[in-house]
């Protein structure tokens, strides 16, 4: 499968954006799908996952409460909707098929596609 994230942008503390991952090449119902997010200087790190049979939905910590994670088969795509954004969430951040969304946190290791990055800017 091919994943393909968007929509990172510029915003100020306290906004919102919306990222994107569209699928390709292989059956998107197949796969659990995950956000992980790398700033700099930082080690990537997982951000949420979703998965691919009930739809439960798994949160890292730090952006529980904030941020929703969806997706739609028939799109072939997931989103990352990310509202009260911090200094802190400043990163690249990638979409990823994964493993059991239950064996939280994933780490790398455990990914078997990336897409690219898009990059996330927040303001003070």
């Known amino acids: 499968v091919q994943l393909q994230a968007s929509g990172g942008g510029l915003v100020q503390t306290g906004g919102s954006l919306r990222l994107s991952c569209a699928a390709s090449g292989s059956t998107f119902s197949n796969y659990v799908i995950g956000w992980f997010r790398q700033a700099p200087g930082k080690e990537r790190e997982w951000v949420a996952c979703?998965?691919?049979?009930?739809?439960?939905?798994y949160y890292s910590d730090s952006v529980k409460g904030r941020f929703a994670i969806s997706r739609d088969t028939a799109e072939k795509s997931a989103w990352l909707q990310m509202s009260a954004l911090n200094i802190e969430d400043t990163g690249v951040y990638y979409c990823?098929?994964?493993?059991?969304?239950?064996?939280?946190?994933?780490?790398?290791?455990?990914?078997?596609?990336w897409g690219q990055g898009t990059q996330v800017t927040v303001s003070s």
């Open positions: 979703i998965d691919n049979g009930d739809g439960s939905t």
């Open positions: 990823a098929t994964g493993p059991d969304p239950k064996v939280k946190p994933w780490s790398p290791e455990h990914v078997g596609y």
